[in-house]
């Protein structure tokens, strides 16, 4: 179990213990949801509290958090980063039974693809009718999204 905003803590069983957090521009990103995969990975969904520099996933990987993702900064591994006029930080993320990793934005929803790239499946200027509040797999194996002004979930077409 997980449990975190300003810092990210994994429950022992008995007591918290801090995983630490990414930083942005020397401050504390804010952690807008936590995602543990099927293979025992975590990845975090951030922005920052200026915005800039910190909206993004974070994949830990051997102790310390790896920016896979997201905003305005520089590109570790090759990776293509979400569009900033898309998308300014991460409201959720999800993992299909297939292992594939989706990402909601105040923008619309991204999913991951293989490692080095990101691609948008729903695009739109950020709105509040484009906020992603949720995301779901169906029992049918389709992916839906829950918007903020929506009543109800819709199909994304993927």
């Avoid at 990776?79 to 998308?87: A, G, I, K, W």
């Amino acid at each position: 179990m997980y449990a975190g905003y300003f810092e990210l803590y994994k429950y022992n069983g008995n007591t918290w213990d801090s995983m630490g957090i990414p930083e942005a521009n020397g401050e504390k990103l804010r952690v807008c949801d936590i995602l543990e995969t099927a293979d025992g990975k975590i990845y975090i969904g951030t922005m920052s509290p200026n915005i800039f520099g910190g909206t993004g996933i974070w994949e830990h990987r051997a102790g310390k958090w790896v920016k896979i993702s997201g905003g305005i900064s520089d590109k570790p591994f090759g990776v293509s980063y979400f569009n900033y006029e898309r998308s300014s930080f991460i409201t959720c993320l999800l993992e299909d039974k297939n292992g594939n990793i989706y990402a909601g934005t105040d923008g619309g929803v991204w999913k991951y693809n293989g490692g080095e790239s990101w691609s948008c499946i729903s695009t739109s200027l950020p709105s509040s009718s484009n906020y992603i509040a949720s995301l779901t797999e169906g029992v049918d194996g389709n992916i839906y999204d829950c918007r903020q002004l929506y009543k109800g979930w819709r199909h994304l077409e993927i």
